[in-house]
């Protein structure tokens, strides 16, 4: 069965400092690759998908970046750590054939 | 740009009652909508619809889309102290699958 894993699973980072967050997918091949972002009370925002190894569409402008070094491997990344750039990071994966999402257990940033 | 609105965004009910929520959405390349819960962390997948007036039912949740009026809406019957949650409705758009998520609903079921 596929798996899907994220970590840290909590991080207080100052403002300024760089950040680091790693997604793994196990069990499928070739999986459609998410990064969303949820703000407290709100809904999750879609910040990067990836259909491929180094193929990585942003869906907003942002301070952030991603990379997909191998298949299954998803990184979220930033140089300089702002304070809007606090939330609740989900990573999820799908297969292209099929529609419903599967999320990992999320990562809660908070930016000091 | 792609809007996905949930009603109402808060609800307080006690158990055994039944509630409605509500998902309308404009959006371009519509593919499928879908319906998550949400507890303390990750999004659990509760439904996928893609034609209208097809229901899908899971124990006393149920889900129905009506593609003309561009909404969705889910039910939940014999409401229970587990139930409560936020209920994230999203619609997945474009051959790429990308998803635009509605605000939620969060649900308070009351003992």
């Known amino acids: 069965s596929q798996t899907i894993h994220q970590w840290p699973a909590t991080l207080v980072q100052p403002v300024g400092s760089p950040l680091s967050l790693e997604c793994t997918v196990e069990?499928?091949?070739?999986?459609?690759l998410y990064w969303y972002r949820q703000a407290a009370g709100r809904g999750l925002q879609l910040l990067f998908y990836?259909?491929?190894?180094?193929?990585i569409s942003s869906e907003v402008p942002q301070n952030l970046s991603a990379s997909r070094p191998q298949d299954r491997q998803f990184i979220l990344s930033s140089k300089k750590l702002l304070l809007s750039d606090s939330g609740f990071y989900l990573c999820?994966?799908?297969?292209?054939?099929?529609?419903?999402?599967?999320f990992g257990p999320g990562t809660r940033l908070l930016v000091l | 740009e792609d809007k996905v609105v949930q009603s109402p965004l808060s609800l307080v009910v006690h158990e055994g009652d039944t509630v409605t929520l509500n998902c309308s959405y404009e959006?371009?390349?519509?593919?499928?909508l879908l319906w998550y819960k949400q507890e303390k962390k990750a999004p659990t997948f509760l439904f996928m619809l893609?034609?209208?007036?097809i229901e899908k039912k899971s124990g006393r949740l149920s889900s129905i889309l009506d593609k003309k009026e561009l909404s969705s809406i889910l039910n939940i019957t014999a409401t229970q102290t587990g139930d409560s949650a936020i209920y994230l409705c999203?619609?997945?758009?474009?051959?790429?699958?990308?998803?635009?998520f509605g605000d939620g609903t969060t649900l308070t079921v009351k003992p």
């Open positions: 069990g499928t091949s070739n999986p459609n």
């Open positions: 893609t034609s209208s007036g």
């Open positions: 999203a619609v997945r758009r474009g051959s790429a699958g990308k998803s635009t």
């Open positions: 959006v371009t390349n519509f593919r499928s």
């Open positions: 990836s259909v491929g190894i180094g193929q």
């Open positions: 999820a994966w799908s297969i292209l054939a099929a529609e419903t999402q599967y």
